[in-house]
């Protein structure tokens, strides 16, 4: 075949193009391709054996804190455990990312309170004793205004949550909610807390 019979009928501007087909490899990844977009459909959005990007994140986090907490081993929620880990540098930023994730949005970033009470103040509702903040995370309070975290959190997450809110006591920062409850006693020493 010679240039000229390649050459197409129709002319743009006096210009002419070659009748080119598209290769054969291009049609079979074009059809590879649809016919793959279709299997991908259907079990992206119909098989029980799919995952949502929201169960690929609880997935991810769980690995990351059963890697985080291998070295911690089960923590127990009492007095002794509660002030040691309120001690721990390390264990503060993890604490501090499960509080402004599960906690910030009623209490405040920094715990002054906002729809959920202050907790930098020495005044308290249902605390009298460090291990009363853990009860209070894990079963909630107030008839269900405070939520129970024990079946989104695990005993580490709460423990290390309740040592942080156990930290903040004592900031006194001003929120639009004044101090509600009794005034308790300050926690013990991080000494006595040691083993």
Known sequence: MSREDRLMEHEY?????Y???????????????VLFSIVYFVFWHFSPMAYS???AHEAAVTREF????????????????LLTVTADERWRAVAAGVFTANCAQCHGQRGEGLVGPNLTDDAYKWV????????????????GAMPAWN????TNEMILVASYVARMR??????????????????????????
Request: charged share 25%.
């Open 13 to 17: 501007d006096g210009i002419r193009e």
């Open 19 to 33: 009748d080119n087909p598209t290769p054969g490899w291009w049609h079979a990844i074009f059809i590879g391709t």
């Open 53 to 55: 990007v929201h169960e």
């Open 66 to 81: 059963r890697r985080l907490f291998a070295d911690l081993g089960e923590l127990a929620p009492d007095e002794r455990t």
């Open 128 to 143: 009298k004793r460090v291990e009363d903040v853990y009860a209070v995370v894990a079963d909630g309070a107030a008839a």
């Open 151 to 154: 079946r989104r959190l695990s």
């Open 170 to 195: 004592g900031q006194s920062l001003s929120g639009p909610r004044g101090a509600e409850g009794d005034a308790i006693p300050p926690w013990p020493s991080v000494e006595a807390g040691t083993p």
